[in-house]
């Protein structure tokens, strides 16, 4: 069933199994203890960070795989992305297995991205098990978005530190203790911002946006869910995120986190926090999930946010669109909320 651009799936798809892979900045804060694997070395025994960001994303998803008593065979099919050219990393990453690979490119979003497509395919009885998964890495992000780490450039306060890490879960049709009950699917929004540091102020629009017209599709209100997570606005994005709210009647101060601001011990050290496709796919794929396995969290809405930009629609002054996508989940494990 449809309403407005919110997706309600009938049978439900699970989360049937998760894991997340992070870098040995990432494994000092929240997420440390829950991560399958924390790398020792950013390089993860490669040549070049790209190849690592690579080895990660597969590593996630191999676990993913192997978490839910499933082999290569039993998956129908896998979305991913990541934010270099081409997708690379996920498209590497995909010859290490025999499923079918339908890539995505939604930046920072496409975590979420990737979770509704592959519910949609299970819910639609396409599918049995998909796998959704992401990843990012600092230092290839530097690379390719802003100057390489040997030049020593200086950061301003308004950027973000983009996350080493990848996350990877199944959903599958009947299995599992986390429940996909629907999805929003975000519009591409345009404030006007051109400052490529400044992520947070860029994508909070496109996240109020997705998280207004889901309460509206739903009929619900941000006090009906025991935590609304978004992807990587990071300690600005999210101030601007709660007061764009606020001025719509909604308060979503009480009950939001946002996998950027959260993601790293101090967040001082990186200025306004966690960035990058791979925050909110370390955070939801072991945090997150975990918790709600564990039934601490019942109720939950995911919006992670993505900035479409590139170097040459930078280069040539163009401002920054950016989209959201939201998927809730409910928690069919018993317990209570934290």
Not at 94 to 109: H, I, N, T, V
Not at 186 to 196: A, C, F, H, I, K
Not at 198 to 225: E, V
Request: with cysteine.
């Amino acid at each position: 069933m449809k309403k407005g651009n919110t997706l309600f799936f009938k049978t439900c798809p699970r989360i049937r199994s998760f894991a997340a892979v992070c870098g040995s900045k990432e494994r000092e804060g929240v997420i440390g203890e829950y991560a399958d694997i924390t790398l020792g070395d950013d390089m993860y025994g490669e040549s070049t960070y790209e190849k690592a960001e690579c080895k990660m994303l597969s590593s996630a998803i191999s676990l993913a795989v192997e978490k839910g008593s499933l082999t290569d065979v039993d998956i129908d099919a896998m979305f991913s992305g990541d934010l270099l050219n081409q997708i690379i990393s996920a498209s590497f990453a995909a010859r290490d297995f025999q499923f079918p690979f339908l890539g995505l490119y939604s930046a920072c979003s496409t975590m979420s991205e990737s979770m509704l497509l592959a519910a949609v395919l299970v819910d639609g009885g396409y599918a049995k098990n998909c796998v959704a998964a992401t990843g990012s890495h600092f230092a290839s992000a530097e690379r390719q978005y802003r100057y390489p780490l040997e030049l020593g450039c200086t950061r301003p306060p308004q950027s973000q530190w983009t996350v080493t890490g990848a996350g990877a879960c199944v959903i599958s049709a009947d299995t599992g203790d986390i429940a996909i009950t629907g999805a929003t699917m975000g519009r591409v929004r345009d404030w006007g911002v051109t400052d490529v540091n400044n992520m947070g102020a860029a994508m909070a629009p496109a996240a109020a946006d997705t998280l207004i017209r889901h309460f509206k599709d739903t009929g619900t209100q941000p006090s009906d869910y025991d935590i609304i997570v978004t992807g990587d606005l990071g300690a600005l994005g999210s101030r601007i995120l709660k007061d764009l709210m606020w001025e719509k009647s909604f308060d979503i101060s009480k009950n939001h986190v946002d996998c950027g601001e959260i993601i790293y011990k101090v967040i001082e050290d990186e200025f306004q926090g966690g960035s990058g496709a791979g925050c909110s796919a370390v955070v939801m794929n072991s945090y997150i999930f975990t918790k709600m396995s564990a039934g601490l969290y019942k109720r939950a809405l995911f919006a992670a946010t993505g900035a479409l930009l590139s170097t040459v629609s930078s280069g040539q002054g163009e401002s920054i669109p950016c989209i959201s996508h939201a998927v809730e989940f409910k928690s069919l494990a018993q317990g209570g909320v934290k």
